[in-house]
């Protein structure tokens, strides 16, 4: 089973799981291939969604393109149930994402969300954070002062992903060289640097449901 197949399967199994919201309820959708994935799937579906409130230009297009209704955030207080990959998820439901670039605008979907169900393949799952790059999207003029900051603070090696503009006009930097053992900490230490609109990791608002595809199934596991 390659690793698309398994990111299908775990969308398919993400929909089982918002199969029983009521009509004409409203989702938060993510961003990336496995939520491409999510969003065809939903589409071929009957369910009778409402629409969904969209975390990034790239899949408000795809939703737009299947006839799915985009719910602006200004018109709803609160979403059953967000659906989203990640990068890398540890063993307290914590992840960092943001490699797709959609970093703030999943985690302010996200922060209203009841429930957060976490869709990927199962190589997303690590002992601790911090293989993979920590995205942190940057208010553009303070790129250089930042980048100082989380090296000095981190020890971490941040890279500037040269060319690369975020939906909010933003630039980002991948923090290399990390272990996170304290995700809270990180975020909030990080978000305390005047410059930073918001990082990559997930831990004040982690996942509450884990779908993660291996080739035996989907495994699902919920926050305790
Ligand atoms: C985008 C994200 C994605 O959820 C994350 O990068 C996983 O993407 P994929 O499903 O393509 O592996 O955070 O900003």
Redesign the pocket.
């Known amino acids: 089973m390659n690793q698309d197949a398994l ?1 299908k399967a775990a969308a398919q199994a993400a929909l089982e799981e918002i199969r029983a919201l009521a009509p004409n309820a409203i989702i938060g959708v ?8 999510f969003i065809d799937a939903l589409a071929h579906s009957a369910l009778p969604l409402r629409g969904a409130v969209s ?2 230009e790239a899949s408000s297009r795809r939703l737009a393109a299947h006839g799915i209704a985009l719910i602006s955030l200004d018109d709803i207080e609160t979403l059953p149930a967000y659906i ?4 890398e998820i540890d063993p307290g439901f914590n ?9 703030t605008r ?1 985690k302010i979907v996200a922060a209203v969300a009841q429930r957060f169900i976490c ?3 199962a190589s ?1 799952k690590v002992s601790v954070l911090g293989r993979f790059p920590l ?1 942190v999207e940057v208010i553009p003029m303070a790129r250089a002062q930042v980048a100082r900051e989380i090296a000095r603070l981190t020890g971490g090696i941040p890279r500037w992903r040269e060319g690369f503009v975020t939906d909010n006009g933003n630039h980002i930097l991948d923090i290399h060289g990390l272990a996170i053992p304290n995700p809270a900490a990180l975020e909030t230490e990080l978000n305390q640097i005047t410059g930073v609109v918001t990082n ?1 990791l997930f831990a004040r608002r982690g996942a509450d449901v884990l779908l993660l595809a291996a080739p035996s199934g989907v495994e699902r596991s919920e926050r305790g």
């Open positions: 990111k993510g961003t990336g291939s496995t939520v491409n994935y975390s990034s989203d990959g990640a990068d992840m960092i994402k943001g490699g797709g670039g959609a970093l999943e869709i990927g393949d997303k995205p990559g």
